[in-house]
């Protein structure tokens, strides 16, 4: 498996606080790969350094080859490197079919006058991004809520539709903020699935997560960070005999490993 | 030189004062109160009416500023503010609510008092003159008086009880109310708080400068400067931004004299580029 | 798309009245007055329709007086100082003010909240001060005696005459202002139906987010306010040459504000929000006339009680509006 994505020495330290320490890592084409760590590890550091919402002080992120570290966040998107926001991250004013067509845009073949103008190229566009919305939100079953405001849905489709938005942009590395977060076991049970469905598109996928029983069903490899520096690296079963990370989540006081 | 430092520190003095009661309303309930401007003139035609009018002594005329402004703040806080807050779908709104309020305080002051420009009699006579400086009694006694609020309004907000817990709801509204703090309650407060030293330094001031109805707005403005150069909703953000218009005032004032209202527009045009430069401000915290 | 088509057929009933029987009546009634106002608030409506749009994609604009008055200067000094017609002063006005709208806000347009707001209303007094300072637009005096709009001919077809020669320049002005408002309500229409629309309400639901999905924010926000800037360029423009002179002080910033309290007024949430708004506030102040010097307090009570009983505007009031949405 070739590496897509490549984290090269990747270090940010805020006014003398080190929340990323000389991290490196890559993500193979078309798998899954987490992120975990205590409170405080670096992990939400490590995951807007790549997605490139923020600059790191030293090293670089690398993908396909091309240096993206640093770049405008959007332009880090229409790469094809997206991310997911934690919680209920959403266009809450717009329904959903919207919230998910409006993510198409980086798609588009047209420009922003052609579609004023609504010229052939634009109304091309709008069919092909309301074909996909079909598709993305029967994916995520989320078809019947397609005309509901985003605002008002619950909990587990407002992350459900995070994912569609991410989807809409048709990516080739998905990056997720602790995309079962709050949610029970039957949910996280469900977002596992969802996950894995993603995957299976082609998307590869990297997450950053809490919830270690859901982290330890859901990858191929895992990366362990504690105090912005990488401690372990491997499959879930090497990371769960690793003594390394049982003594950075014993010494934390967080959750259980979950072995 | 020493002269304009003078006259920059006096300045700077009201702005500051002026600007905390902005920053206040701003920090606890994330309204800009376009009406701190016409506060400020109804404090000094306060001043006005009790000192000028009845022959009553200044501090009481000061009390009577500080009082009816505070009760002002609490009743447009509850009864129009809170509402809009609570029904409106855009925070927008409460920025337009507070303009219409300005405009009712204008309508108000120009029926009420008139026109005309008011003064009263000098608090204090007599000049300091040292050879470099000079400077009136009344405005050091003035910029004392200023000083001395400030100073007991950040001792208020550090030790008291309302104040921590306006500081906790400044900074989370939300892990205040989990905390136990009553919001509304210290919201109220707050917005009361606001206004009372808004009155408080127009009361101050008419015994300079006098008081005339139609300078709200200008103040307002000027207040949104100095929050803006500080940092909105910073208490020490606005401080400095107080000196530091203060400052510029005096020091343009003297150097660009030939030149009038151009101290105006230098003053404006660098600040938006300095806003452009660093948006929140000397202190601010992000997005305020 | 049935509430697209009602909307359009409302839209085409106003413009309508408007063309016809509003200035029929007015002039039969011999109130050039009137004329006068209707004439102002399309002007007026054509700025807050800008002020919209920067509403739209979440953004506070209290500095739509500086693009307006830039507007009036530069028609006034294409047409008084360089003998432009008026006519190309119109688009010219809009693209300057554009123009600066781009330079000033690819630096600003990164703020949120209050402090775009108070830059923008700094700038309206920046716009000002420049006004009193600058050479070219004759400080405090302002340019006045502006010369009327001149013919337009095509082919030796004159197609519009020469306002000089009217009897009634009331009523062509009164024209002008009022096509250049049922297009800009048509153009801004289309633009917030459009997709450009859904991204200016993306946008402003959080742009963290667009950005995430590889939407150019800064782009787009340079884009929303220059198009708004242009409006207040050529709102500003066509006032000039409807008062025949222009000042330091004939866009202010109790006037930004009033843009912003249309919009607000008739409803952010709505298109034709900004007509609804700048009509009633602009006719209820002129009615509170007869009410002398408790016109300003009773406008500010009428204002703050709308406030109170419709937080979303007027336009929330039609329930069948729901589709005019974004």
Request: proline content about 3%; glycine content about 10%; charged content about 15%.
């Amino acid at each position: 498996m070739a590496p897509i994505l490549t984290v090269t020495n990747l270090t940010k330290k805020f006014s003398g606080l080190v929340a990323v320490n000389d991290v490196s890592f890559s993500l193979n084409q078309g798998e899954i790969l987490a992120v975990i760590g205590p409170n405080g590890a670096g992990k939400s550091t490590l995951f807007k350094l790549i997605s490139s919402f923020l600059r790191p002080t030293t090293g670089k992120v690398t993908f396909e080859g091309e240096t993206i570290s640093g770049r405008a966040p959007h332009a880090v998107a229409r790469k094809g490197v997206v991310r997911t926001f934690q919680e209920a991250t959403i266009f809450k004013a717009l329904s959903v079919r919207d919230n998910v067509l409006v993510a198409h845009h980086l798609r588009s073949r047209a420009g922003l006058a052609g579609f004023f103008l609504g010229t052939t190229r634009a109304r091309a566009d709008e069919a092909e991004f309301a074909r996909s919305t079909d598709d993305i939100l029967g994916f995520l079953g989320l078809k019947d809520l397609a005309d509901a405001e985003a605002g008002s849905l619950p909990q587990g489709h407002l992350r459900a539709l995070g994912i569609a938005i991410g989807l809409a942009t048709n990516p080739k590395v998905l990056l997720l903020d602790e995309p079962f977060a709050g949610m029970n076991h039957d949910e996280t049970m469900r977002a596992v699935q969802l996950v894995k469905g993603v995957r299976d598109r082609g998307v590869t996928v990297m997450l950053v997560e809490h919830d270690m029983p859901a982290v330890m069903k859901i990858s191929d490899r895992i990366v362990v960070l504690n105090f912005g520096q990488k401690i372990a690296e491997g499959t879930p079963s090497e990371i769960q005999r690793n003594q390394a990370v049982i003594d950075a989540y014993l010494g934390s006081e967080d959750e259980s490993i979950g072995i | 030189m020493e002269q304009v430092l003078v006259n920059g520190l006096y300045l700077g003095a009201q702005y500051a004062l002026i600007a905390l009661g902005l920053t206040l309303i701003f920090a606890l309930m994330n309204v800009l109160n376009f009406a701190h401007g016409q506060m400020y003139v109804l404090g000094g035609f306060v001043t006005y009416t009790v000192y000028g009018q009845w022959h009553l002594p200044f501090p009481v005329a000061l009390v009577a500023s500080a009082v009816s402004l505070a009760l002002i703040g609490a009743l447009l806080e509850k009864f129009l503010f809170r509402p809009v807050i609570r029904r409106s779908k855009r925070d927008e709104s409460t920025m337009l609510l507070a303009a219409a309020v300005a405009f009712l305080f204008d309508a108000i002051i120009l029926l009420v008092f008139g026109e005309k420009g008011r003064g009263v009699p000098k608090i204090l006579n007599g000049v300091l003159n040292t050879g470099t400086i000079v400077i009136p009694y009344d405005r050091i006694l003035v910029a004392a008086l200023a000083v001395v609020f400030i100073a007991g309004f950040m001792a208020f907000m550090q030790f008291s009880k309302p104040g921590r817990a306006m500081r906790a709801l400044a900074q989370d509204r939300t892990a205040a109310q989990l905390m136990g703090v009553n919001v509304n309650r210290y919201s109220n407060f707050g917005f009361a708080l606001g206004a009372l030293l808004a009155g408080l330094v127009g009361g101050l001031l008419v015994a300079i400068v006098g008081v005339n109805s139609g300078i709200g707005g200008a103040i307002s403005t000027k207040a949104f400067l100095m929050v803006m150069i500080g940092g909105a909703g910073v208490v020490g953000g606005a401080i400095a931004g107080g000196l530091v218009l203060g400052m510029l005032e005096a020091v343009g004032l003297t150097v660009l004299h030939a030149y009038g209202d151009i101290t105006y527009l230098v003053i404006f045009a660098s600040l938006m580029i300095f806003l452009a430069i660093r948006p929140n401000g000397l202190m601010g915290k992000p997005w305020g | 798309m049935m509430s697209d088509r009602l909307q359009i057929i409302g839209y085409a009933v106003f413009a309508v009245v408007m063309l016809t029987v509003v200035p029929f009546f007015t002039v039969l009634a011999g109130r050039n007055d009137y004329l006068y106002t209707f004439t102002l608030i399309a002007l007026l409506s054509i700025a807050s329709a800008g002020v919209w749009i920067t509403f739209a994609i979440g953004r506070i604009n209290i500095g739509q007086s500086a693009y307006a008055l830039v507007g009036g200067y530069v028609s006034a000094i294409l047409v008084a100082t360089y003998g432009v017609s008026f006519w190309l002063s119109i688009p010219l006005a809009g693209l300057f003010a554009a123009c600066i709208a781009v330079v000033i806000g690819l630096p600003i347009l990164r703020l949120r909240g209050v402090y775009f707001s108070m830059v923008t209303l700094v700038s309206t007094e920046v716009a000002r001060l420049s006004a009193l300072a600058l050479p070219i637009t004759k400080g405090a005096k302002g340019m006045v005696n502006l010369p009327m709009p001149g013919p337009i001919a095509i082919g030796g077809i004159t197609l519009v005459p020469d306002f000089a020669t009217l009897e009634n320049p009331r009523i062509a002005f009164y024209y002008v202002a009022i096509i250049l408002m049922l297009i800009t309500f048509l153009l801004v229409w289309r633009l917030m139906r459009s997709r450009i629309g859904q991204l200016f309400v993306a946008l402003q639901q959080n742009e963290d987010l667009a950005q995430s999905a590889g939407i150019d924010i800064a782009r787009l926000r340079v884009i929303a306010y220059a198009i708004s800037s242009f409006l207040g360029g050529v709102a500003g423009a066509v006032f000039s040459a409807v008062s025949q002179s222009v000042y330091p002080s004939s866009f202010t910033t109790q006037d930004s504000i009033n843009f912003m309290l249309n919009c607000f007024l008739g409803g952010l949430g709505y298109v034709f929000g900004p007509i609804v708004g700048t009509f009633v506030l602009r006719f209820g102040w002129d009615l509170l006339f007869q009410a002398q010097r408790f016109q300003l307090l009773i406008y500010a009570a009428i204002l703050i009680g709308l406030m109170l009983v419709l937080p979303n505007g007027l336009l929330s009031l039609i329930p069948s509006r729901k589709g005019a949405k974004r």
